[in-house]
């Protein structure tokens, strides 16, 4: 079975600064990953995905994420920071290619509170 | 298009009773997902119906039942209430996860259901 760890519960961090969000994984086998976000009083909207390919994965509003199978991370990163980005970042796993889950599992979140 | 669309958004219930939550999935999808997700914590995973079949399910008790109907939408019925299943309930949908990599789920806004 996958497993997802996210390291931090509050990430504080001033407007227009950088910010990095982390996710460690936990499997046996090949997975993909995502992270996703949750606005208050909404459901989950997908940031990103990594299935295969380039390590560097780019999303939308301006994210990225980069996975490290040696680490068996996907830390999530923003160079700039808005007000706006304050919210729920969950981090996901499912199998890869082959074996385990297609069912997502999800970390417990990570808050990121913007201040201006 | 019309993504995931759930009802009611909120409701109240006391210990005990019975209660029936419904998600219509996005355009396009046939399998559903129903998540729970506590103050705080990341969605739990508690069962998916692909073809009006439960095909996967969480560790949740058989207190908690689902349905999928010939158009692809779920109803998610709890029984014999306790306070702890007090959540916001999500629906997520997909294109046919059990035969293709999934490539990342659609969420709904959730049931926020509060039991007194």
């Known amino acids: 079975a996958q497993s997802v760890t996210q390291l931090d519960s509050q990430v504080p961090v001033f407007e227009e600064a950088p910010v990095e969000l982390r996710c460690n994984y936990s499997?046996?086998?090949?997975?993909?990953l995502f992270w996703y976000v949750q606005y208050p009083n909404q459901g989950l909207q997908l940031l990103l995905k990594y299935l295969s390919g380039s390590t560097l994965v780019k999303g939308i509003n301006g994210f990225e994420a980069e996975f490290n199978k040696s680490q068996t991370s996907f830390h999530l990163r923003k160079p700039s920071v808005h007000i706006s980005d304050t919210a729920e970042y969950f981090c996901a796993v499912t199998k890869g290619a082959s074996g385990g889950s297609y069912i997502p599992t999800f970390g417990r979140g990570t808050s990121l509170i913007v201040h201006p | 298009d019309a993504g995931v669309t759930q009802s009611p958004t909120h409701l109240i219930k006391t210990r005990g009773q019975q209660v029936t939550l419904r998600c219509s999935p996005k355009s396009g999808h046939d399998t559903v997902s129903w998540y729970q997700q506590a103050l705080g914590q990341g969605p739990q995973f508690i069962f998916q119906?692909?073809?009006?079949?439960?095909?996967q399910r969480g560790n949740f008790p058989d207190r908690f039942s689902g349905h999928q109907f010939p158009n692809y939408s779920s109803e998610l019925n709890v029984n014999a209430l306790l306070l702890g299943d007090s959540a916001l309930y999500l629906c997520a949908s997909t294109g046919g996860a059990l035969r293709r990599p999934n490539y990342g789920y659609t969420f709904g806004s959730g049931t926020r259901l509060t039991v007194v």
């Open positions: 499997s046996s086998v090949s997975v993909y």
């Open positions: 119906y692909y073809e009006e079949e439960e095909r």
